[in-house]
């Protein structure tokens, strides 16, 4: 197991090389628990969260919370904050998780809520 995660810290500072948020376009960063989701908007020049959201919310709790559709909630729940607090373009860093599942949901809901790739 710890193979494991020492591999995903070895890609996700490889991805953080190249993503940087600023205040134009900050990063939404995804972190992927065996049963929960987290994302945030961060500002990485200011060193501030934007907006954020993840399924230990509790009206989403109520539900199943490691699933693609969770995760969909979840990137459509930070998308919507993230329009409040004026951001419309966002870098997406998947935290060294591969593109794919809930991870992917993320991105589709934050999507759907009006936020640009």
């Known amino acids: 197991m710890l193979q494991k995660v020492a591999g ?9 090389k190249n993503v940087r ?16 989701l987290y994302a945030q908007v961060i500002d990485d020049t ?17 539900g199943a919370t490691a699933t693609v559709d969770a995760a969909k909630s979840v990137g459509k729940r930070v998308g919507e904050r993230a329009k409040a607090a004026g951001v419309s373009a966002v870098v997406f860093d ?17 999507r759907e809520a009006g936020l640009e790739f």
Do not use: Q
């Open 21 to 36: 948020g600023t205040a134009v376009r900050p990063r939404l960063a995804v972190f992927r628990s065996s049963k929960h």
């Open 46 to 62: 200011a060193g501030r969260t934007i907006a954020s959201a993840s399924t230990m919310e509790a009206d989403v709790r109520s």
């Open 94 to 110: 998947r935290g060294g998780f591969r593109y794919h599942g809930r991870v992917a949901g993320v991105a589709d809901g934050a």
């Open 8 to 16: 995903r810290k070895r890609r996700h500072h490889r991805v953080r």
